[in-house]
């Protein structure tokens, strides 16, 4: 009897706090849009005009796709208050896993595609659920064994692909790569279609409720009878399948599987991207719409400063100083709240 109302309780209180959560979502989308729209025209207007140029916001699109799709996985693993180090090195892993199966299939057209993309897709998930075993069974800090598989991923693709890029004999990937409808880009349909699935399955599924209850206070969310254990494991293999994602849009773009992609700033964009949407890093709050928004915001600073002629280096400070800035706010936003 006690057990029944101590989880009609929490689960109550969690009802109440979704429906605050929910309020505060609009809010800050509102917030978040209109401040989009003040950089959008400071950036025009320090670029000359030139930045509205239907040519340059696609580009802006195109950049941006494969760091946002990494930051969605990543942004169901930090709303659990957890880290995913090794989307990078899963990114190299999967297009070289990908190019073999490609060579090898003997197939072409769809199946080709589909039995590719599948098997590249197998091996992000079963890496995502290797990375949460040691989380759930031994309770282990998620830095340490994403880490751990970062290295071990980023090993493994270079010692299947001996060092070097595997070229994709199959022609089929091209039109994937360099495709577009219209006069969007297809990885740029791809990056919406996946923001559009990740954000329903967040915001609108009991799943969703159970990662933002698990983010909140994980004890709580294990008296009301949520599966503390499946629901970690499962954001963990969302994040393998997005970076799979990501490592089948690379082979399909260079039309071959290298372990040198996913080794340059895609992690640190990709967290960037969640932390400067709004998630935060302590779990409980975010939201695939303002990890958009973040990759967004991120991709706008590079085009702008590249337009203006900001050197490299520089544009690598002023990338850091927005994330200091981020961080700052949401934890002057939480003593706000405290007080």
Known sequence: MADAQIKAA???EAEVARAKAARTYWLRLIVAAVGFLIVVS???RYSGGSFLQPSNLIRVLRQITYEAILAFGQTFVIITAGIDLSVGSLVSLTGV???LVANASGLHGFPLIAVTLLCGLAVGALAGWV???PVVKLNLPPFITTLAMMLMALGLSYKLAGGRPI???PPDFENIGYGTIGPIPIVVVWMIAIAVIASVLLMRTRFGRYVFALGGNEEAARLAGIG????KTLVYVISG???AFVGFLLMANFSSGSPNTGTGDELLESIAAVVVGGTSLMGGRGSIVGTFFGALLIGVLYNVMNLIGVESY???IVLGAVILLAVILDELRKRYIQR
């Not at 503390?228 to 629901?231: A, F, I, M, S, T």
């Open 10 to 12: 929490v689960t109550e």
């Open 42 to 44: 400071i950036a025009n």
């Open 97 to 99: 896993v990908m190019a």
């Open 131 to 133: 990375n949460a075993l």
């Open 167 to 169: 070229p994709v004999i």
């Open 228 to 231: 503390v254990g499946r629901v």
């Open 241 to 243: 399948i997005c970076a």
């Open 314 to 316: 520089t544009q690598k």
